[in-house]
T-cell receptor, first 116, second 110 residues
Framework: AQSVTQLGSHVSVSEGALVLLRCNYS??????LFWYVQYPNQGLQLLLK??????LVKGINGFEAEFKKSETSFHLTKPSAHMSDAAEYFC??????????????FGKGTHLIIQP | DAGVTQSPTHLIKTRGQQVTLRCSPK?????VSWYQQALGQGPQFIFQ???????QRGNFPDRFSGHQFPNYSSELNVNALLLGDSALYLC?????????FGPGTRLTVT
């Protein structure tokens, strides 16, 4: 069964500092991996996805993530944090059955706090 | 191009009642998935519909059921509501490997 672990329910960084949100997964087959962001009282917005192409994936708003099979990790980074990055971030995994994306398994989320 | 839409936005029901939530997928998307997000938690997969049939199901009881219509829109039905069913219910539509989420329906069971 697939699963996702997000280390750190809350991460606080200063504005302009590096953002690093950690995600480890387990999957019995090569996974598809995603990072989503959720702002208060809103749905989820896709930041980026890994679907077995390049291991370094670039997303929206300056975020990127690197797929490391040996470490079963898919950590999210951003070189310089902005106040607008404050939100809840979710890592998710799925196994593509060939006909489309299967149901996603999400981590518990990491609340990113940006200090001025 | 309209994204995924859900209705209603908010809903308050009493324990034991039944509820129906609705979802219209993004244009061109033929697959709809439903998720339950309890307060402070990540979304949990309920089920997925493709070609009007339930294709995959998460670990949810039979009180949770759904339907997909020929135009790909979908409904989520929950019977015999429990207090623990209070959550944000998210619909996501997809084609191939990417799911797009709607804003959700906030269900409160009292």
């Amino acid at each position: 069964a697939q699963s996702v672990t997000q280390l750190g329910s809350h991460v606080s960084v200063s504005e302009g500092a590096l953002v690093l949100l950690r995600c480890n997964y387990s999957s019995s087959v090569p996974p598809y991996l995603f990072w989503y962001v959720q702002y208060p009282n809103q749905g989820l917005q896709l930041l980026l996805k890994y679907t077995s192409a390049a291991t370094l994936v670039k997303g929206i708003n300056g975020f990127e993530a690197e797929f490391k099979k040996s470490e079963t990790s898919f950590h999210l980074t951003k070189p310089s944090a902005h106040m607008s990055d404050a939100a809840e971030y979710f890592c998710a995994v799925t196994e593509n059955s060939g006909g489309g994306a299967d149901g996603l398994t999400f981590g518990k989320g990491t609340h990113l706090i940006i200090q001025p | 191009d309209a994204g995924v839409t859900q209705s209603p936005t908010h809903l308050i029901k009493t324990r034991g009642q039944q509820v129906t939530l609705r979802c219209s997928p993004k244009s061109g998307h033929d697959t709809v998935s439903w998720y339950q997000q309890a307060l402070g938690q990540g979304p949990q997969f309920i089920f997925q519909y493709y070609e009007e049939e339930e294709r995959q199901r998460g670990n949810f009881p039979d009180r949770f059921s759904g339907h997909q219509f020929p135009n790909y829109s979908s409904e989520l039905n929950v019977n015999a509501l429990l207090l623990g069913d209070s959550a944000l219910y998210l619909c996501a539509s997809s084609v191939r490997d990417e799911q797009y989420f709607g804003p959700g329906t906030r269900l409160t069971v009292t």
